[in-house]
């Protein structure tokens, strides 16, 4: 039956999302980490891809995470001269991780769980309703 189809595709996505979720929430765990010596990098956001793979056996794709990496961007840098991590000019680099952004990114994977969780129960909803008219039969 299709709806149940559907419950698995939406399913994987709430998957996917919650995986999401899990690496925002420790990029911006994170987002103060400094490293201890200057040759020491600081803590290094990371990003998460997702793909569609298809599901021979139920005829259908869902969507799964890709990998999780690490984003290249350029460390900031923070004037402190006194800090153990601190370069010979007095600059410490700090973790590459934007609040904001991080912030933006755990609204959309939010509302994208929540669209696949209304389709969970929109669908059990109509398999109620179809269970419902059979038995009135």
């Known amino acids: 039956m299709d709806l149940e189809k559907t419950l698995y595709v ?36 990371k990003v998460i891809t997702f793909k569609n793979v298809l599901d021979r056996e139920l005829g259908i794709n869902k969507v799964e995470v890709d990998r999780i990496t690490r984003d290249r961007s350029e460390f900031g840098l923070s004037y402190q001269p006194g800090h153990p991590a601190a370069d010979r000019f007095g600059y410490v680099r700090t973790p590459n991780v934007k609040s904001l952004i991080e912030v933006n990114d755990m609204r959309e994977a939010q509302r994208s769980y929540e669209a696949n969780l209304r389709v969970i129960e929109a669908t059990k909803r109509m398999l109620r309703n179809t269970v419902e008219l059979l038995r009135r039969q």
């Open 10 to 45: 939406s399913a994987s996505g709430l998957n996917a999302q919650s995986h999401r979720m899990r690496v925002i929430a420790e990029n911006l765990a994170n987002a103060n980490s400094v490293a201890r010596s200057p040759d020491q990098d600081p803590y290094r956001r």
